[in-house]
């Protein structure tokens, strides 16, 4: 069993900052590429940012410049500090794992439950 546990949504002012957190646990042998997607109301999914285990990321064009994607890998945890937050941001953010399980050694795609984020005035 892996579960992926999301922390630090919440309200924020435009022009605001946030700190979303994703730690990884349970029957894990390693981790490769972790990443934060975004759902607004009646869109689809989107990638925000993704990150590979060597530290390698990239991120949507809407978001760059503006959000960092980083991890922390003896924690199992993938981080995302948002920072400049406009009212387009707002959605729900899901953090993804790339994850090899102990048994059997295979890699498979985990989600977290996702935490809200909202900004406005």
């Known amino acids: 069993q892996v579960q992926l546990v999301e922390s630090g949504g919440g309200l924020v002012q435009p022009g605001g900052s946030l700190r979303l957190s994703c730690a990884a646990s349970?029957?894990?042998?390693?981790?490769?590429?972790m990443g934060w997607y975004r759902q607004a109301p009646g869109k689809q999914r989107e990638l925000v940012a993704a990150?590979?285990?060597?530290?390698?990321?990239n991120y949507a064009d809407s978001v760059k410049g503006r959000f960092t994607i980083s991890r922390d890998n003896a924690k199992n945890t993938v981080y995302l500090q948002m920072n400049s937050l406009k009212p387009e941001d707002t959605a729900v953010y899901y953090c993804?794992?790339?994850?090899?399980?102990?048994?059997?050694?295979?890699?498979?795609?985990?989600w977290g439950q996702g935490t809200q984020v909202t900004v406005s005035s």
């Open positions: 993804n794992g790339q994850i090899v399980t102990m048994s059997p050694p295979v890699e498979s795609g985990y």
């Open positions: 349970g029957s894990i042998f390693s981790i490769n590429a």
């Open positions: 990150i590979t285990s060597g530290g390698s990321t």
